[in-house]
């Protein structure tokens, strides 16, 4: 079995994730609502950034993978001139990065918050949001919250299998996915499996593999490290419409914090 790199080709990660599109009217709606400047941390290929900036918002985003920036930079040259206007795109590490400048909000979307594996990364992300935020300016982030364990899954087995088509080549793949939860480290690992298939969506041929482990951040854990940060909690939510107040039940937690 061959591996990949999950952030190693912005034109695979695009298709790939083509059909995430839940989360785009909120952050437009929090564009809209900031009605300024906006840092998105961890931007990707600009999934977010695009539909921010056409809501009318100035967006800088920042990834640490640079195929994503690069591939970002390429969907820019096709947009409209006022929608290429309001967005700049920066390889940079979000644990360390500093701009000198404030933003009216922070965007950190996509579980990216996750990321931070080890709790001094984990607070340098925080840190690294306070700083670039201004003194009336709201931090924007969502991420999964277990409840209370990732259920128990067969090692060898393949769920939630999905067809994508490889955008080089046309080639049509089925993606299916694992995960193997450290309990005692609170560390998801992520397992996502791609084998071509016919014209029926049948697979076959070998399979390639790409690895990505995940902090799983309970509740508690995550205001602790908001409060030690510098950070109060505005707006807590379930779900993405802020209809439904954040139960701690599992699944999406969305999350508006500002400067203490």
């Not at 900036?53 to 640079?66: C, F, K, N, P, W």
């Not at 949001?129 to 924007?140: I, K, P, T, W, Y």
């Not at 990732?150 to 793949?173: E, F, N, S, V």
Request: hydrophobic letters at 35%; glycine letters at 8%.
């Amino acid at each position: 079995m061959s591996a990949r790199d999950h952030y190693g080709d912005g034109v695979w990660y695009d298709a790939e994730y083509v059909h995430m599109r839940a989360d785009i009217p909120y952050y437009e709606r929090v564009a809209r609502e900031t009605d300024g400047t906006i840092l998105e941390l961890a931007c990707g290929t600009g999934r977010l950034t695009f539909p921010m900036a056409s809501a009318g918002a100035e967006v800088l985003g920042i990834d640490i993978a640079s195929p994503m920036i690069e591939r970002a930079h390429a969907k820019r040259a096709e947009l409209p001139g006022d929608v290429q206007r309001r967005v700049a795109f920066r390889v940079g590490d979000m644990r360390k990065i500093r701009i000198g400048r404030k933003f009216d909000a922070v965007v950190l979307a996509f579980n990216t918050l996750m990321h931070m594996i080890e709790d001094d990364d984990l607070v340098a992300a925080l840190e690294t949001a306070r700083e670039h935020l201004a003194v009336d300016g709201r931090f924007h982030f969502d991420l999964h919250t277990p409840y209370p364990k990732l259920p128990d899954r067969d090692p060898d087995a393949r769920y939630d299998p999905q067809q994508m088509i490889d955008p080089r080549t046309g080639d049509r793949y089925v993606v299916s996915e694992n995960h193997d939860y450290d309990a005692r480290r609170q560390l998801n690992t992520m397992s996502f499996f791609y084998r071509r298939a016919d014209a029926n969506g049948e697979p076959h041929g070998p399979e390639e593999r790409a690895d990505l482990t995940l902090r799983v951040l309970f509740p508690r854990e995550l205001d602790y490290f908001l409060r030690q940060t510098g950070f109060e909690v505005v707006g807590d939510f379930d779900d993405f419409e802020r209809s439904v107040p954040f139960s701690g039940r599992g699944g999406r937690r969305v999350v508006i914090a500002k400067k203490r």
